[in-house]
């Protein structure tokens, strides 16, 4: 999104107000990138609130004012995987309900992969950029600036990206239908 660039030098001089603005501007697509990201509103919140924290502890440092966005984004991405990161270390289950959920045909049927899940099993370049792109509609280029890659290395993730979500799909697809017609 285009800025107002004197609102992003002010909030970048230290303007609390003009800071917060830029945030009133930015904050469903905050909240909708941060929730395919981590998938739970309460995490999304959490993902939020953290990188719009550190985007005010360092609104100063941002060089170029013409990337507030960019750079807005980019901070989000990072806390969102920060939290994934943490998340991974908890178990939900107790072992036993794992394993039963594992033998148990019925949780299959009519659970086949959905999207979001398939994009998860994504490569985590090849995610943003897919996120990125269909969900946010960036342009390579914009995609390419935030990720700090060449616009070539971010058309390969994508390329790359809707072959594996192809592949995970139509797996998937196969999966439920044979697990509801077993002939």
Not at 63 to 76: A, D
Request: glycine share 2%.
């Amino acid at each position: 999104m285009e800025h107002d660039l004197i609102i992003v030098q002010q909030a970048i001089a230290g303007h609390k107000e003009a800071f917060e603005q830029l945030l009133v501007l930015e904050e469903e697509k905050l909240y909708y990138t941060a929730l395919s990201y981590v998938g739970k509103k309460e995490d999304a919140l959490d993902a939020i609130q953290e990188a719009v924290c550190k985007a005010y502890l360092k609104v100063h440092q941002l060089k170029n004012p013409v990337f507030f966005s960019t750079w807005l984004f980019r901070i989000l991405i990072h806390e969102c995987y920060r939290l994934l990161k943490k998340g991974q270390k908890v178990i939900p289950f107790e072992e036993s309900d794992l394993l039963d959920r594992l033998h148990d045909q019925e949780y299959f049927i009519g659970n086949p992969l959905d999207l979001s899940e398939a994009i998860q099993q994504l490569k985590q370049s090849q995610q943003i950029a897919i996120i990125l792109f269909y969900y946010h509609d960036l342009s390579i280029k914009e995609i390419a600036d935030m990720m700090e890659k060449p616009e070539s290395t971010i058309k390969t993730y994508l390329h790359r990206g809707k072959k594996q979500l192809k592949r995970h799909l139509e797996r998937s697809a196969s999966i439920n239908e044979r697990a509801i017609d077993p002939s």
